[in-house]
């Protein structure tokens, strides 16, 4: 039977899950779905939850992604004179 964890901790089963993520949706926490060995089969993650713009460069912000696509491009001919390719 799949169980319900909330930071580490059984909250329930799959047949509560209606009412859990209710709940704890409201507290904007994550919850893992757990199979019987205690393996983890699933997560629900609410949509409030804010994911990095660029996972691999956390320092990039919303902004500075916004500041780059409103500069001026370089095309792949350009880019390639820049580094010497040519």
């Not at 199979?35 to 629900?44: C, Q």
């Amino acid at each position: 039977m799949v169980q319900l964890y909330v930071a580490g901790e059984k909250v329930g089963t799959v047949e509560d899950a209606g009412r859990i993520i209710t709940e704890y949706l409201q507290q904007n926490v994550s919850i893992e779905f757990r199979n019987d060995s205690g393996d983890v089969v699933g997560r629900f993650l609410p949509t409030t939850t804010v994911e990095p713009s660029v996972p691999w460069d956390l320092a990039v912000t919303k902004e500075e992604l916004e500041s780059r696509r409103a500069s001026e491009f370089v095309s792949f001919e350009e880019l390639k004179t820049r580094l010497g390719w040519q």
